[in-house]
Every structure is written in structure tokens, then in C-alpha cells.
């Protein structure tokens, strides 16, 4: 059984997908297993991930039968690990050499359930062309119990939106039936995610250092994908953190006024892109809202 299993879902990310997976071959920690869910792809992508498998048996294959978006293909990679630690790394993103060896280390070291780490954003337009680079930085810290972790919350929140930027120990996603909202089709589920599992996590780590490339392609990143089911989820990921503040935040007051903005304005920022109707049932939403109206 490797330590590691590092969860890679695949849609049509034939330009992209070699890299992505010889960016995990790469590390120079090697007890890891990539577990690959080629979701019903149009493209090579099977194909290439294929030859991979076949020249390393660590490269795990399935394939869908149909497309079943994110959320159902990354807990179809979760129902196949067997590492003791899960990975996240997506199909057209580069996760640096160093990642697993310094971070499991870590998190052995203290013991810890989860560590968090920082990342790189890499905008392409649709020549390929990389037109910006953006540093998420978050702060070191060792939180050894529920009441340090929120007393940092601020620090936590900035990795909460990626599942990609995290080591997270399988048996905490067990005991508690951590997966994936499949009702999440068009982002959101990483967030939604991460703040599951924050109501149960009890050690983690924050790691200021980058080890995790961001690509936002025009044409590829489920980012420029975004609609009204993004909307919804993401009312939905704010109530639930929302209730995650309240009930362990001090300060909580003070805290979710700067994230109910936050999310107030993503999601009005999506939605002025939506139908009348839709605008309509987003408008409502809000209003109704507990997340929003305190």
C-alpha cells in the first residue's frame, strides 16, 4: 500500500495532462499511487494516461462510462485510494518535486490530520499565453487542537477554496464520510469540501511555502465554465461556513462580515452573466439567505 495516493480527474486535458502527470512522477518522495479518472473523455486524454500506466505501476487508470462531472469523478478517486495520506493534483496543473516529501514529513513530525500549503496562480489566455502570475501566500503555523486552529482562522481561510493545496489524512475523510457534493458541477466543491472537513479536524499544519501551480486556461479551467449551478453552490458553501464561524470563532461577527461580502459579491459577479430567470432565482436566494443577512 503506497502512503500517499495522489487523486487526478481527467477531462479532455490531452495538451495538458502529460505534464500534470510527470509532475507527480517527479517527486522526489516516491511511495505515492496516482489514481487517474478519465471522465468520459473526447480526446487522447485516456490514451496518454494509458501509456503512463503502462510504464509505471504506481499510475492507476479508470475510465467512466459517462461524464459525470467533478464532484462524482473525485470521490470515484477517493472510493480507489489506499494511501494512509490523500493528494489532489488536476489534470492540466504542475505540482512541485518537493510537495510530498517535505509536507508528509510534516505531518508526521506533529502528528498532524491535515497540512495546508501555498500556490501559485497562472492565468493563460487563449493563445497560451501566460498574461499573469499570482502568489497565494499563507502563514506557518502548527495548530495542535480545535481552539488554536480558530484562533487562526483567518490564516486557515486563505487555502480553503483548493483541494490541490492540502495532504489530508485518509482516515479523518473516513470516520466521517468526507466526499464531494455531486451537486457541485462547475467549481466550488474544494471549498465545500475543506470546510467539511474543518468541522471535524482536531491538528493541522500551514505551509508558506509553494508547491502548486495554478493554471487558469481560458479553455480548459472549470473556473471560465461558471454558471448558475456555481451560483447555487456557492450559497451553499457559504451557509455552511457561515455556521463553522459561529459556532467556533470568537470573533465571529467580525470575521464573517468580511467573507459574507466576499461571497455576496462572487456570486452576484456570476450572475450577471445568467437569464433573466436565473437572475431572478439567485436575487431571492440571497435575500433569503441567513449567511447574508446577519
Known amino acids: 500500500m503506497a502512503t500517499v ?10 495538451s495538458y495532462v502529460d505534464k500534470a502527470i510527470e509532475s507527480v512522477i517527479r517527486q522526489i518522495y516516491a511511495d505515492w499511487e496516482l489514481i487517474i479518472i478519465d471522465d468520459c473523455s473526447t480526446d487522447r486524454t485516456a490514451n496518454i494516461c494509458e501509456e503512463y500506466s ?54 508526521e513530525e506533529h502528528g498532524s490530520q491535515v497540512v495546508r500549503w501555498s500556490y501559485r496562480t497562472i492565468r493563460i489566455n487563449e493563445e497560451g499565453n501566460i498574461t499573469k502570475i499570482v ?14 486552529i480558530f484562533d487562526n482562522y483567518e490564516n486557515v481561510h486563505t487555502m480553503l477554496s483548493c483541494d490541490w493545496t492540502g495532504l489530508y489524512d485518509a482516515s479523518l475523510l473516513y470516520k466521517h464520510s468526507i466526499r464531494f457534493d455531486e451537486s457541485f458541477e462547475y467549481g466550488g466543491e474544494d471549498t465545500d469540501f475543506n470546510t467539511n472537513i474543518l468541522e471535524h479536524v482536531e491538528k493541522m499544519l500551514m505551509n508558506s511555502n509553494c508547491y502548486y501551480d495554478w493554471y487558469v486556461r481560458k479553455k480548459h479551467s472549470t473556473t471560465e465554465k461558471r454558471n448558475i449551478n456555481f451560483c447555487r453552490s456557492m450559497i451553499k ?11 467556533n470563532c470568537l470573533n ?19 450572475a450577471r452573466n445568467l ?9 431571492r436566494a440571497l435575500l433569503s439567505a441567513e449567511w447574508c443577512n446577519k
Do not use: H
Open 237 to 247: 458553501v457559504a451557509q455552511r461556513e457561515y455556521k463553522l464561524i459561529m459556532e
Open 252 to 270: 465571529n461577527k467580525c470575521i464573517w462580515n468580511e467573507y459574507r461580502s466576499f461571497y455576496s459579491d462572487l456570486i452576484q459577479k456570476y
Open 54 to 107: 503502462k510504464k509505471d505501476k504506481r499510475i492507476k487508470l479508470f475510465k467512466s462510462d459517462k461524464n459525470n462531472g467533478i464532484s462524482r469523478t473525485k470521490n470515484a478517486a477517493l472510493s480507489k485510494a489506499n494511501g494512509k495520506y490523500i493528494a489532489f493534483c488536476d489534470d492540466d496543473d504542475i505540482m512541485d518535486r518537493r510537495a510530498l516529501s517535505e509536507n508528509v514529513r510534516l505531518m
Open 5 to 14: 495516493s495522489v487523486l487526478m480527474p481527467a477531462y479532455n486535458a490531452e
Open 275 to 283: 437569464s433573466d430567470d436565473e437572475k431572478d432565482e439567485i436575487g
Open 135 to 148: 502568489e497565494i501566500k499563507c502563514k506557518d503555523g502548527v495548530y495542535g487542537d480545535r481552539g488554536t
